[in-house]
């Protein structure tokens, strides 16, 4: 199972915009389509029963004897120049998990079914947890199709393009759709590795929110305007970076975090003054009151640096969603697992959001995490080792088992 599980995960990885050992997979680019192409062979060697909803949420089943489906799975788009683990980890590990209890002769009584989530990443279209938001009915199909990618290109031609057909409003579950939800990951932060504990169960998913900001100035040759004159846009982004900095740190709070991630400078030249910036800017805590009077520090910092600097500036919060707690039926289910395996666990914060945030909000749904090392991710030397990766998988094969028996 190792070596064979080690091999796909390479494999996949070389579907990737990006050399080796970075990997670069933007939903509905090449690379990710010609991934999609090749898992869902894999899917179908497995005796899986395999389909696709209107925005690319690919689902693979083994049909039970009897009613009800038991869901895993995650996402494999990856953002630029990261690593080969994120979401991938509980694409073919969930695969894996599957393949386990066939090859134990395991029947299930309700059905199994691996659920591969499109744009976990909000890289294209500034959004995250696309695929599985829709899904959940957590976001409009119509605000959805609208969406644009950098080019602007909206997410209604792009997935035409990509041969993903039909109206959005289709994507949604039906109520009750999965009895309990399971997704495998790396942790993406540093404590199982510093605690030698093989297994994670998440307890919490934290509240993460999302800014863009746009911010316009005035041109100009960068010899020709005198200082007393400018009204840079740029420099009125770095006021807003470092406040964004300053609203995160002033919680006291070692659980909320801010980054200010892109800054798009126009019109990018060394001798014209910038004349218009955009920023995007994530938020994230486990407490939503905390993080939302992070996001209004951020706003009121937007309009000092606007009056100060003589700028037009507009804020937007793409998305401030809740956070979630897990089931405690379906991480019952995860312990005993990693009691009968005889594996050390934590139960943990997941920092980092997920689809099963959304998955959360219309079925039972837990997270296992297993290590990497140093806490490192979203960069190519991200790693987990196959001992870590059998592990998790192992433990997902025994809550699937408890789950659908």
Request: net charge negative.
């Amino acid at each position: 199972m190792k070596q064979a599980l080690a091999i796909e995960l390479e494999k996949l990885a070389s579907f990737s915009d990006s050399e080796a050992p970075a990997v670069t997979r933007v939903v509905f680019s090449d690379a990710d389509l010609r991934a999609r192409a090749w898992l869902k062979g894999l899917f179908r060697e497995a005796g899986l029963e395999v389909r696709e909803d209107a925005v690319g949420n690919t689902f693979a089943r083994w049909v039970g004897s009897g009613e009800g489906v038991v869901g895993t799975g995650s996402h494999i788009d990856a953002i630029p120049n990261s690593g080969r683990f994120d979401g991938t980890v509980g694409v073919l590990g969930g695969l894996e998990a599957i393949r386990s209890l066939r090859r134990a002769a395991f029947q299930p009584r309700r059905s199994i079914e691996l659920l591969m989530f499109t744009s976990e990443e909000p890289t294209r279209f500034g959004i995250g947890c696309l695929g599985s938001r829709l899904l959940s009915g957590s976001l409009d199909p119509s605000r959805a199709d609208a969406l644009q990618d950098s080019d602007g290109a909206t997410l209604a031609s792009v997935r035409a393009a990509a041969g993903f057909s039909g109206p959005l409003n289709s994507v949604q579950l039906a109520a009750g759709y999965y009895s309990a939800f399971l997704e495998l990951h790396i942790e993406q932060g540093p404590l199982l590795e510093k605690a030698s504990n093989p297994i994670g169960i998440v307890e919490n998913i934290a509240a993460p929110a999302s800014l863009r900001i746009s911010i316009a100035g005035q041109g100009g040759h960068a010899g020709a305007v005198l200082m007393p004159q400018r009204h840079d846009a740029f420099l009125g982004a770095c006021e807003i970076a470092l406040g964004v900095e300053r609203a995160a740190v002033g919680t006291g709070a070692i659980d909320t975090v801010a980054t200010t991630g892109v800054c798009r400078v126009f019109p990018g030249a060394v001798n014209s003054i910038p004349s218009a910036v955009t920023m995007e800017i994530d938020v994230r805590d486990i407490e939503p009151d905390r993080r939302d009077k992070v996001l209004r520090a951020i706003e009121e910092c937007c309009a000092l640096a606007a009056a100060r600097r003589g700028l037009a500036v507009e804020a937007t919060v793409l998305n401030a969603d809740p956070p979630a707690a897990c089931d405690p039926r379906v991480m019952g289910a995860l312990e005993h697992a990693c009691v009968s395996l005889d594996l050390g666990y934590q139960r943990m914060i997941s920092r980092a959001y997920h689809d099963s945030l959304f998955m959360a909000r219309i079925a039972p749904s837990a997270m296992v995490f297993i290590p990497c090392k140093g806490g490192v991710s979203h960069r190519p030397d991200e790693f987990s080792s196959i001992e870590d990766i059998a592990n998790g998988v192992e433990v997902l094969a025994g809550a699937l088992a408890e789950l659908a028996g």
